[in-house]
């Protein structure tokens, strides 16, 4: 028999997005479902939108909480789940209706602890799209019903263009397995999968960081998973936001991007060489990818950051010198074996951040203000 599915969606200032994410739930060819939405201390009418969707669908519960980040949203939910499994949907995103029903099948059929699908990535055109089928569907129902023929199977109809995917379809792997080869190869995210409560157990995301919370907690988890499904079928709907973090300007919670992965390092230390050196990797590119945001500021805070604020000289050399102690302190734990597996790019331009730190900062400005003018 099947058991219930807990869903979690974390909300903070999500009006605009929380129906869709709702619609795509509501819609699911598996009905035994409990949806957690968590309103982490919204300012806007997220709550007013999931207290209209509580009144129309019974297994929609809103739990209130004063603002303390994503993670303690989903700890919360995690806190008041009743479901023998986990998903978690984050609030700008939608899931196609087959998802949670085959994920569930498989997780049991297969007597894993956790099943991880692969994902759509979506913009404002797939946005748009999905609430015209949605209206469509909405109108075939009102429909039927004046003719007294309501039909379930209309009610979560596949989406054009997705395949069915069975049980062959499935990789089933051990935990090193999926350390090695999912989690620490860009499968960093707790969406797009179900978890077997048990399997989960104690386990919570670590509060107080706002960038790679989700690598921890997989992280904290992955010594307790003994049998993992991974298969390649994109239900779940990641949208793309232009005005989330990985597109934004520099501000000090990408510091935790760096953060995330030296504490990862400890986490799976126990997984062997193979996901030190993969860690490693991540710390690198981290690094990297931190000290790129921050030159693009002007050089010793003449320049607002993404929220405004100008960055003082003395936090720009910290931030700088974070950076730069991440990078060195990975780039000799890989050694010239795990230096070979970073881009030629990636090693090029490490090489003169690890040389010349303010050199490379300098270069790296000039380099993005004239692609922001179109000098190319």
Avoid at 61 to 75: C, F, M, Q, T, Y
Avoid at 156 to 171: K, L, R, T
């Amino acid at each position: 028999m099947s058991g219930l599915i807990t869903v979690i969606v974390p909300v903070y200032n999500a009006q605009a997005y929380l129906p869709d994410c709702l619609e795509s739930l509501l819609a699911q060819a598996f009905r035994r479902l409990e949806i957690l939405v968590v309103d982490d201390g919204s300012t806007d009418a997220s709550a007013r939108v999931c207290e209209d969707y509580m009144r129309r669908d019974g297994r929609v519960r809103l739990i209130r909480k004063e603002n303390g980040g994503v993670s303690s949203a989903r700890n919360l939910g995690l806190e008041q789940a009743k479901g023998d499994y986990i998903a978690f949907v984050d609030a700008d995103d939608w899931i196609l209706p087959h998802m949670l029903q085959e994920q569930e099948q498989l997780l049991r059929s297969r007597n894993a602890d956790m099943i991880l699908d692969d994902y759509l990535e979506t913009g404002e055109q797939d946005r748009e799209a999905f609430r015209e089928r949605i209206k469509a569907q909405e109108a075939r129902k009102k429909n039927a019903a004046r003719k007294g023929n309501t039909s379930r199977k209309e009610e979560a109809s596949p989406e054009p263009g997705q395949p069915e995917a069975g049980e062959a379809a499935c990789i089933l792997t051990d935990a090193a397995g999926y350390v090695n080869d999912y989690l620490l190869q860009s499968g960093t995210r707790c969406w797009s999968i179900l978890f077997r409560r048990e399997a989960v157990g104690d386990v919570r995301f670590p509060e107080g960081l706002s960038i790679g919370e989700d690598l921890l907690f997989l992280a904290r988890l992955a010594p307790r998973l003994k049998r993992v499904l991974v298969r390649g079928k994109k239900d779940y709907c990641y949208y793309q936001n232009e005005a989330g973090a990985m597109f934004s300007g520099f501000r000090p919670s990408y510091m935790d991007q760096i953060t995330c992965w030296e504490l990862a390092e400890k986490e799976l230390s126990s997984f062997g060489g193979k996901a030190r050196e993969r860690v490693r990797l991540g710390r690198f590119q981290a690094a990297l990818l931190v000290a790129g945001k921050l030159a693009e500021t002007d050089i010793f805070g003449t320049c607002g950051t993404a929220a405004g604020q100008k960055i003082p000289e003395d936090e720009y050399k910290e931030y700088l010198r974070i950076c730069y102690r991440a990078a060195a302190g990975a780039w000799k734990g890989l050694g010239r074996k795990g230096r070979g597996q970073l881009p030629v790019g990636c090693r090029v331009k490490g090489l003169l951040f690890l040389c010349v730190p303010p050199g490379y900062m300098r270069l790296y400005h000039i380099w993005k203000r004239k692609k922001r003018q179109g000098g190319r």
